[in-house]
């Protein structure tokens, strides 16, 4: 008895220390959806000239905890005509992909759960998942506005994930690799932040991450749950925590287009100042560890492409609808698929800074 | 290989366990207090007209197609971009050949207005 206990521990002793890993990427991603919240809230109050939440805590930042017990007290609604088990199996099906995707985000040069050689392909398998959330709560609703924002949210995600998946295969090109590890340290140089792709493959980089704007149907996007005109869309008839699972996996779904953002075009790990600071002033204690490549470069551009995502959100008037389409369709493709032949032949060519040394 | 997979099935099974766990809380805490008007579809104040499984525009289902054809597209050239510079000249002057062909079929249903919502 004990001979198998023992056996089945040493079994299991890897997938407990994924569990643990797992753990340890879940919660403080959790915490970071918490008070992207509140953080959101205070930005766009402050660009409004308003105080944002104050209330709850010092200067509000007890909020988020209080958002999250009202709606854990909150009734679960099911509406009488819905189809009550794709009702509660869309919110799942929205967070499930939106946390899973992060098993392949490299943290640091050798932190990586999943380090698979397709990493990219998969986030982009496991993001197309989360679109099914939105169809089937919007369908199994059985409600005119859920039905609505659902047709023209997934149209909207359908649409810019080409435009995406163009800007993917740019990068794929320049760095060789679908590893995410590797396609960061494709990006390593003697030239600081010059030498990541950003620069290179700019008009990919800007269609990524407005695709990626309009993929998480944030504003100007937003016409999904444009609540003047379909109340707030596929998500209307939900309540308390199955409403709280669909914003969850929002707001997860956004600090991961930031992190892939930054580990494609901004370097991930890599320091903005990489080859430009000497080896002595690397060795100096504080001053070389954060000069030199680690995880908190990675969260500060993270924390810069969410601040855009708060700035986007402040700024623009809603766009619409027939002009989103138009956009995607016959804006970003045709710029897409014209920057691949360029990316590629520059490649071939090995022109430099980025492609002339031998890989 | 394989094996690089069983942390992402874990958090997958983790994900759809939160999902679960989160929704069974929000049962078990919060009250249940069902009415006839709180369960019906929301609607601004009066009764529905029609089911709301409703016709809708067929654009959506052409949007959809479109989609699937340019998807497919993305993952032919997903392993094309990894490889090019081993395949060199001849692979990019083939892919060449294959986005033209699929540019003229964009410019087909862009001139044909399918993509126009107006």
Aim: aromatic share 16%; hydrophobic share 60%.
């Amino acid at each position: 008895m004990l001979q198998w206990l023992i056996s089945t521990y040493e079994n299991w002793q890897p997938v407990s220390g994924y569990l643990v890993h797992i753990v340890a990427i879940t919660v403080p991603l959790f915490v970071c959806v918490a008070y992207l919240t509140y953080v959101e809230r205070k930005i766009i109050g402050y660009m409004q000239v308003r105080m944002g939440p104050t209330r709850v805590g010092w200067k509000g930042l007890l909020q988020p905890w209080a958002d999250m017990f009202k709606l854990l007290f909150k009734e679960i609604i099911i509406p009488s005509g819905a189809n009550k088990i794709l009702f509660l199996l869309a919110p799942i099906l929205a967070l499930a992909p939106a946390l899973a995707a992060w098993a392949v985000i490299p943290l640091n040069a050798t932190t990586v759960l999943a380090d698979l050689n397709a990493g990219l392909l998969y986030v982009l398998a496991v993001t197309s998942i989360g679109v099914y959330g939105v169809i089937i709560a919007g369908w199994s609703s059985n409600s005119k506005y859920a039905l609505l924002g659902a047709m023209r949210s997934s149209a909207q995600i359908v649409a810019y994930e080409i435009a995406m998946g163009f800007a993917l295969v740019g990068v794929l090109i320049a760095a060789k690799s679908m590893n995410l590890g590797d396609i960061i340290v494709s990006q390593a140089g003697q030239h600081g932040f010059l030498d990541w792709f950003w620069l290179p493959l700019l008009p990919l980089f800007i269609i990524y991450f407005i695709s990626g704007v309009a993929e998480t149907n944030r504003a100007p996007f937003d016409v999904a749950e444009g609540e003047s005109e379909i109340v707030a869309g596929f998500h209307v008839e939900y309540s308390g925590m199955a409403f709280a699972v669909f914003f969850l996996a929002e707001y997860a779904n956004m600090i991961l287009i930031s992190a892939l953002a930054a580990i494609m075009f901004l370097g991930g790990w890599l320091s903005p100042v990489q080859g430009w600071v000497s080896a002595t002033w690397l060795a100096t204690p504080y001053i070389g560890w954060i000069l030199d490549d680690g995880f908190h470069w990675l969260l500060i551009k993270i924390a810069f492409f969410l601040f855009w995502y708060l700035w986007f959100r402040a700024t623009f008037p809603r766009y619409r609808y027939d002009q989103i389409m138009r956009l995607g369709w016959k804006v970003f493709i045709p710029i897409t698929i014209v920057w691949i032949v360029v990316v590629s032949a520059m490649v071939l060519a090995q022109v430099g800074p980025w492609w002339d040394r031998p890989s | 290989m394989l094996e690089n997979y069983l942390p992402v099935l874990l958090f997958m099974s983790v994900g759809l366990i939160i999902g679960v766990v989160m929704i069974a809380l929000g049962f078990v805490l919060g009250p249940q207090r069902p009415d006839s008007e709180k369960l019906s579809a929301y609607e601004c104040g009066f009764e529905a007209f029609e089911d709301s499984r409703m016709k809708f525009d067929v654009r959506y289902y052409l949007v959809a197609i479109l989609f699937i054809l340019f998807d497919l597209e993305i993952a032919f050239l997903f392993p094309w971009a990894v490889v090019l510079e081993k395949i060199g000249i001849f692979g990019w002057v083939a892919m060449l050949v294959f986005l033209a062909i699929l540019v003229v079929g964009f410019i087909y249903e862009w001139k044909k207005g399918a993509l126009e919502w107006e």
